[in-house]
């Protein structure tokens, strides 16, 4: 057996493995893109559930926002917003 082909055949179970690790990466990513759906799905029901209850919508994604951000952050955002209604004669 010649240098390249002692080499090749070496290669064969390293590209091997190579190939099965790319297919195990893209299975996962799919299943996990198919899972996110499915979560996004579940987000549009339970809005389209509060919006028949009466609940408005865009007020549930701002509260929802204000949730996630750190307290001490959001009454900095709440003081600008209040200077600058302020300024504007807005309250």
Do not use: C
Not at 19 to 40: N, P, S, T, V
């Amino acid at each position: 057996m010649t240098t390249a082909a002692a080499a090749a055949t070496k290669a064969q179970p390293a590209a091997r493995f190579a190939k099965d690790q790319l297919k195990a990466f893209l299975e996962r990513i799919e299943r996990l893109e198919e899972e996110k759906k499915a979560i996004a799905d579940d987000i549009r029901d339970v809005f389209a559930e509060s919006k028949s209850s009466g609940f408005d919508i865009k007020a549930l994604r701002i509260v929802l926002r204000i949730r996630r951000q750190d307290v001490d952050e959001r009454k900095e955002q709440e003081a600008i917003v209040e200077t600058y209604l302020h300024a504007l004669g807005m309250l």
